[in-house]
């Protein structure tokens, strides 16, 4: 069976593979001078609303990591469900800071990559681990899957992406590939969004002659443009909406110290981007479909990502 014709038989939905950029915040936005009830403002929403606790990751050694200027492993995580923390993780990227190459990797993970969910010794789709199991789960399945160590987690959903990209206003992009969807046309080229538009642009398959991997690939431009256009921001008021928006809409084991530390040593990660999908086959197993990954691969993955 080809590729595009076990795409068709998916099961099919409605929910788009969301972009979970939330570390754009972390990263990139909180610039300027900070008057004090600014910084404590956005302390509260970090460490009031965004902060999720996980035991799957050793946040002593994280800090040694940060204190080191260490290479840092990010698994972001957005969800099929616009309001709630519930649901599959439909988009799974690892994001890795490189300080010392100013450089940052950005790996997706394809939702339906067959794989051992760790906490329940079973096979099936990554994207279900968090359904399952949560983050720890999902973080403990990325870790197991591609050998190698996560230092934050960050999650977001639908309605926080695009409440997200309309407090910034707009965003661009550089298109690749003409298509409409949603009643909206995206041509090839730079395209400018907002909210709406952006989810329309990162939810359309059907039109794209490589699926998924088309689609994770509009994932990764989406994150690329909104880090470059939070990082012109500057107002800190709007820091502050940017936060609020945030906590109501995504979970991180960050606190905000890990954040000011984030953007003291690892900011001009943001100057080079390299970008990559994990390589495999489709194939049905038992009326399901899944997505096979070879051990090659998980080998080429993990150096990529190591190096």
Known sequence: ??????????????WWILTPLIILLSLFLIVGGFAAYVYFGIKGNVDGKMFEAVSAIDSNLTQKKLNNRDNLNILLLGLDAETSDSGRSDAIMVMTLKPDEDRMSIVSIPRDTR??????????????????????MAIETVENFLGIEIDFFVRLNMEGLKELIDELGTITVNNELAFSQGGYDFPVGPVELNGEMALNYVRMRKQDPNGDFGRAERQRNLITAIINEG???SNATRIVEFTDILGN?????????DMLSLLQQYRDTRRHVDSYQVQGTGKTIDGIYYYIVPDEEVV???????S
């Not at 069976?1 to 409605?14: D, H, L, T, V």
């Open 115 to 136: 794989t051992t969910l760790v906490g329940r010794g079973t096979e099936d789709k990554i994207n279900h681990a968090y359904a399952f199991g949560g983050p720890d």
């Open 231 to 233: 990082a012109t921001i």
């Open 249 to 257: 809409n995504m979970g991180t084991n960050m606190e905000f110290s």
């Open 1 to 14: 069976m080809s590729r595009r014709n076990a795409q068709k038989k998916r099961k099919k939905r409605n």
């Open 300 to 306: 080429k993955v993990r150096e990529m990502i190591e």
